[in-house]
């Protein structure tokens, strides 16, 4: 059979799976050219030749399961994240892109600081964490998590970018038993409304329970990351998090409840959508 035929099967069969036509394209793609090694530009020259015999039998097992609706970064073991490859696992949040706001605005602070100590509350598969501690060779960074499973993750991830002896993993809640203070803490933490749960897509079901839901509205995680932020952040330290559509309202509200703090700015992302809450302590 031709590399071709394969893989208009394996577009077909996700798209009878109920993906569109463009994700089942792009999956497909990259599955093939994951195994393969390929570039796209030889898996498009290479179309009418047979399909490799290397192809199978994991071609055909992935497309299965992501016709299960299971996420390709689940599939495939890794996502890229801040021009870095990330191991994910089931056993962590799949990275967005719009997270990468908050290294984006992390970054001119900790640079006009000696030797910057940072915290990454709710840590996952270390993105801000490690991400932050590649760019800046002088920061030394904090990671937490409740799960160890996470942390396993993020360990490895550290080890793969270097930045491991710089890296301390405590499975903890927020930053409890945690010496400060830090100069910067980030955060992404459980934000969606328990309510919520059924509307979720079938792929964003297959991510932790504990890294996405945030109680009734949304904000207890919030909420407890944001005490973590008054107790543990040096006297004009930053604190930069991340939050959940119609979640604006709430979060200036939590913040405006801690005298300690004071709201600096909220950062829209691309689709004009209140995203990032950047944070100082008096």
Do not use: C
Request: a negative charge; charged letters at 25%.
């Amino acid at each position: 059979m031709r590399l071709a035929d394969t893989l208009a099967g394996a577009r077909a069969q996700l798209v009878a799976a109920g993906l569109t036509p463009a994700d089942a394209a792009i999956d497909v793609d990259l599955y093939a050219r994951t195994i393969l090694g390929w570039d796209r530009a030889r898996l498009l020259v290479d179309q009418a030749d047979p399909a490799p015999a290397a192809l199978e039998p994991r071609f055909s097992e992935w497309v299965e399961r992501r016709a299960h609706r299971e996420p390709s970064a689940y599939i495939i073991g890794t996502r890229e994240f801040w021009g870095l490859d990330f191991l994910v696992s089931p056993a962590v949040l799949i990275p967005r892109p719009e997270t990468e706001f908050i290294v984006e605005e992390a970054l001119p602070l900790l640079r006009a600081i000696d030797s910057p100590r940072v915290a990454d509350i709710g840590t996952g598969s270390g993105v801000l964490a490690v991400a932050l501690a590649h760019e800046l060779a002088s920061a030394s960074v904090v990671a937490t998590d409740i799960s160890a499973q996470a942390l396993a993750v993020a360990g490895q991830n550290a080890a793969t970018h270097g930045v491991d002896s710089r890296l301390t993993l405590v499975q903890t809640s927020y930053l409890d038993g945690v010496d400060g203070p830090f100069d910067v803490i980030v955060s992404n933490p459980p934000y969606v409304r328990e309510g919520d749960k059924p509307a979720l897509s079938r792929d964003v079901r297959h991510e932790p329970d504990v890294a996405l839901f945030g109680g009734d509205d949304g904000l207890r995680h919030v909420a407890g990351v944001l005490d973590a932020a008054v107790a543990k952040l040096r006297p004009g330290g930053w604190f930069l998090m991340e939050f959940g559509y119609g979640q604006e309202d709430g979060v200036r509200a939590l913040i405006a409840a801690r005298p300690a703090l004071r709201l600096d700015r909220i950062r829209e992302d691309l689709q004009g959508i209140a995203r990032t809450a950047i944070v100082q302590r008096s």
